[in-house]
């Protein structure tokens, strides 16, 4: 062995030795700040599955998330914990990947040093850390997409073996994890192998590596969900699961853009929502007014700084690398999925080594302004982690007055017609009677006849004439830590003697 060889192997142990030290502290920090309960519907959803796995019923919902729902179920027999802590302990395991591996990947392509003010700003970002902290499968994702990000640049670098299967395979678990990421992770390989000039051998066995890596979760899978319907032709079963969860988002313009009207307004809404949302949401800039102008002077010094300077050989390369996939990921998203700012959790990284890039190239003492970046992240960060980690959100908390109105025994006369928090009222409060289609406004009487109360959650439910929905109490959480339903209003139901 050459002594270039044993620099490198430890350089190697090095690199290794930190990136560990980074994911036990990164997991720390998520699983010790988690959500003290199930924040939205989704996240119900995925614990309603590892207690019993329906997509059928939306447990989950399609296309399923197979491989969350299994560490679920095998963090809940290795550790004896209920749902939603496997769920959190997943979900926290991910976030510190992702964390790692993007240090990792930045630590390849650029420098350690870069790479550590990469990987702490985003531990910290808003959106990162409020996903990892929350039953929710794009933190885990996103990790596996990291992990193949990494192995593939190691592909890159000395064409092994070992690296290029290991990318197949952590491509495959992404989709395992998200199979909306199919499409990315199979950018991701063929960028590759057309970059080192692959044989066809190798192209071969690396497609066949992921596909046969989504087989692996997709045909368990498949034969739970056809054991469950026995009527439905057995070849039919996820194609139908999948296809009737399309047919749910092919109307609604909030979610894809096919459905909305194309007009000035609904573009630039949407544009707003999702791009201008990684800045507002995703950085935290929409904290208060002032957070907001500190946060946008940043990055417009930032990006421009990086813009207007030479950029090197190195950026060049990392560009043209990571330029494919991204662009195909923020195209589905855009296209197909609303606005969240979890589902652009692996966009940060880039948007991160751009801000971070144009500060370090300023000449001193200018370049210090780098350090404002993370300061501004924590600023906005840690507020918002103990309020998740402290308080309930707007569904638990609105499911927790009306426990408190109503005993157990009194709570299946209680009618609840809500659009937002069934869900969590079958997991907090399974005693209330909840629909899953709410009856018509022509039907409502005759159901509710025997009711001694009846509430709704959402104030445009259409409602027999003459009744009426009467306000009770509004519950609120700030939109950073978690848009969806962020602010939630309880109404009681009057209705015609």
């Known amino acids: 062995m050459t002594s270039t060889e044993m620099e490198q192997g430890d350089s190697g142990q090095q690199a290794l030795i930190k990136a560990v030290f980074l994911f036990l502290a990164a997991f720390a920090l998520y699983f010790f700040t988690h959500s003290p309960a199930l924040d939205e519907i989704d996240a119900v959803q995925f614990a309603m599955g590892v207690r019993s796995f329906d997509i059928w019923h939306h447990q989950p919902h399609p296309p399923g998330y197979p491989l969350f729902i299994f560490f679920g179920w095998i963090a809940t027999k290795f550790f004896a914990t209920s749902p939603e802590t496997s769920l959190y302990l997943v979900s926290s395991l991910g976030g510190a990947l992702f964390v790692t591996a993007w240090f990792l990947i930045i630590r390849l392509q650029f420098t350690e040093r870069l790479a550590w003010w990469i990987a702490a700003c985003l531990t910290i970002t808003p959106a990162v850390w409020m996903t990892a902290t929350k039953v929710l499968s794009d933190s885990l994702a996103a ?224 370049n210090w302004i780098a350090a404002a970046l993370p300061a501004l992240f924590l600023y906005i960060s840690i507020p918002l982690a103990i309020e998740n980690h402290r308080g309930e959100a707007p569904p638990i908390r609105l499911v927790r007055y009306l426990e408190q109105l109503y005993p157990p025994s009194r709570r299946k006369n209680v009618a609840l017609l809500f659009v937002n928090v069934r869900r969590h009222s079958e997991w907090y409060a399974p005693e209330f009677k909840t629909f899953r289609d709410i009856p018509s406004p022509r039907d409502l009487p005759e159901v509710l006849e025997s009711a001694t109360a009846a509430y709704t959650d959402d104030a445009n439910v259409p409602l027999p004439a003459g009744w009426r929905r009467v306000p009770v109490v509004t519950f609120r959480r700030s939109i950073i830590i978690h848009a969806k339903h962020h602010i939630l209003s309880l109404f009681l139901i009057e209705r015609n003697p």
């Open 143 to 366: 990790g596996f997409l990291s992990a193949e990000l990494f192995a593939v640049l190691c592909f890159l670098r000395r064409q092994h073996w070992a690296s290029l299967l290991s990318a197949s395979l952590f491509g495959a678990a992404a989709t395992g994890t998200r199979p909306q990421l199919i499409l990315v992770g199979i950018v991701i390989l063929v960028t590759t192998l057309k970059q080192a000039r692959a044989s066809w051998k190798m192209s071969i066995v690396s497609a066949s590596t992921f596909f046969a890596g989504c087989l692996a979760w997709l045909l368990p899978m498949w034969f739970l969900q056809s054991r469950l319907r026995p009527d439905v032709p057995a070849w039919l079963v996820y194609p139908k699961l999948v296809y009737g969860q399309w047919l749910w988002r092919v109307h609604r313009p909030s979610v894809y853009l096919g459905a909305g009207d194309w007009s000035p307004h609904y573009i630039g809404g949407r544009v707003a929502s999702h791009f201008l949302g990684w800045f507002g949401l995703g950085f935290g800039f929409l904290q208060s007014p002032l957070v907001l102008a500190i946060g946008v002077a940043i990055a417009l010094v930032g990006f421009s700084a990086y813009v207007f300077s030479r950029r090197g050989l190195q950026d060049q390369r990392f560009w043209k690398f990571h330029a494919p996939w991204a662009l195909v990921h923020i195209a589905i998203i855009f296209i197909c999925l609303g606005g969240k700012q979890r589902y652009y959790l692996i966009i940060f990284p880039l948007l991160l080594i751009a801000l971070i890039r144009g500060f370090l190239r300023m000449p001193a003492p200018w």
